[in-house]
């Protein structure tokens, strides 16, 4: 498991004895586990790694347990927070968990009862997060739309998510280009507490060397020629939210240490002005360069690496979730044609299953845009995809014989078919949120259900007449 996806447990306790013990208690469970002497430190940290997991002592040297546990509750609702006491603190430790604690244990405590309790609490918080993230698959915005996969590693990325959204950690997303890096940005943000902050997005790449300065921290009246008027920068502009940099990487060395000041003193000075502006942004940054590389060859600062990447999301290539594509080409298809019922013949899947995608996500999807376009609007063939498809194809000798055509319908009919009961098993047989995670129409989604004889079950909201319809 990724150090990312490990449960997060911090241990607070001002006896290094008993925080020593815990935490390998902890890592026998396959926690990443940290500590804190004092209830100051542990909420210094809070933002920066925030827990899954919170082991604290009642007493402790100056806030209480019980005062970590309230701030705690403020800051990072999801997670769950135990109180280790001493036997004449019983009825203290129960006040504390009507304010929410999970429970308590006493000291001295039996170990196989303290990991049975961490076991417990990791469990409530793995549930809830589980239960976030099938619940966000049905309500996230439209703008969201996109994130859209079945396959193990874009599940992962989808739990990061879960798990990010409600924190002010700095984020890394590392993919190549069109793998969908800004609308994980935007998931983070607008599914989160800050949903109704700014959302400031930055093109790094496109912004103009000379103006660099200025588009990110403003500049005053006459601070150069044409500087009519004070402008707020980029940063401003987000100020109480989130500033998303995208392909960070393309930053020259100069603003990256401009850049890395920003970051650490949380304020910016407009070009031309002597005054400092307080600026409280998130930052999410985002790039398809290895970074790590960058830095050790000299071309990014070292400094500024380790201060963005926190936490970082991958996003895979979509060569490596190949399973993935039929379901994001019914999602286009519902997208650019939902009336239609345009279907896509075996061959010009093969073929889509076949190709490289060196534009990701984002080249599908203009294939698919592209061929609904030029196509009659009944079927996608392998002639309606772009001719950089059809000639590595036949570059390959990728001749469909009836044989390979037979094989590859029932390839492709297993792989659809598999797909969709595993997404019925997620969604515990609700068609609305099985149709959803998976991206495609409830009409297109009872037609696959009566093509590939898999019940249909009444659920909430289905009519009789309605299933009958859609499946004609």
Known sequence: MSEEMKTRLLVVDDEQSIRRLCMTIGNTLGYACSEAESAEVAL???????????????????????ELLKQT???????EVAIMTGHGSIESAVDAMKLGAYDYIEKPFRVEKMRLLLQRMAEKVHLVTENEFLRERVTAEENLDGIIGTSANIQDVLRMISRLKDTRTPVLISGESGTGKELVARAIHFRGLMAQTPFVAVDCGSLVPTLMESELFGYEKGAFTGATKSKAGLFQAANGGTIFLDEIGELPLEMQAKLLRVLQEKEV?????NEKVNVDVRVIAATNRDLEAAYRGGTFRKDLYFR??????HLPALRDRRSDIPVLVH???DRYAKVSQIQVTPAAMKSLLQYEWPGNVRELENCIARAITLGDRKTIDVVDLPPAIRSEQSEAGAVISPDSASLSTTALAEMERMTILRVFEQARGDKALAGKMLGISRATLYRKLKRYNIPLKPS?????????TAVQ
């Open 331 to 333: 999602h286009f298809l």
């Open 73 to 79: 509750k403020m800051l990072l609702p999801h997670t």
């Open 308 to 313: 963005l990447n926190v936490v970082t999301v």
């Open 460 to 468: 909430a909201g289905d009519s009789k007449a309605e299933a009958e």
């Open 269 to 273: 000075r407009p070009v031309g002005s």
């Open 44 to 66: 210094g940290r809070l933002e920066s790694d925030a827990p899954d997991l919170i082991l604290t002592d009642l007493k402790l040297p100056a806030m209480s347990g019980v």
